[in-house]
């Protein structure tokens, strides 16, 4: 779970370095990865704070 959530914030960050490059360099296709990449990263951690959800609540 820890590398999971290590991963999606990895993937934001590259998508803020990239985002940051196009500020600079119009890249092509460069707005369509980083929405893909986003959208990992957001279902990405809905699975990790559903995972953690499940193991800190009490029954």
Same mark, same amino acid.
């Given at each position: $779970?820890?590398?999971?959530? #290590?991963?999606?914030m990895?993937? =934001? &960050?590259? *998508?803020? @370095?990239m985002?940051?490059?196009? $500020? /600079?360099?119009?890249?092509?296709?460069?707005d *369509? @990865?980083? #929405?893909?990449?986003?959208?990992? /990263?957001? @279902?990405?951690?809905?699975?990790? =704070?559903?995972?953690? &959800?499940?193991i *800190?609540?009490?029954?």
């Open positions: $779970m820890i590398g999971l959530l #290590a991963l999606s990895l993937l =934001f &960050s590259i *998508t803020r @370095i985002d940051i490059i196009d $500020m /600079v360099i119009d890249l092509p296709m460069n *369509t @990865i980083i #929405a893909a990449v986003i959208w990992s /990263v957001s @279902i990405i951690l809905a699975i990790i =704070f559903h995972r953690m &959800s499940r *800190t609540s009490p029954d």
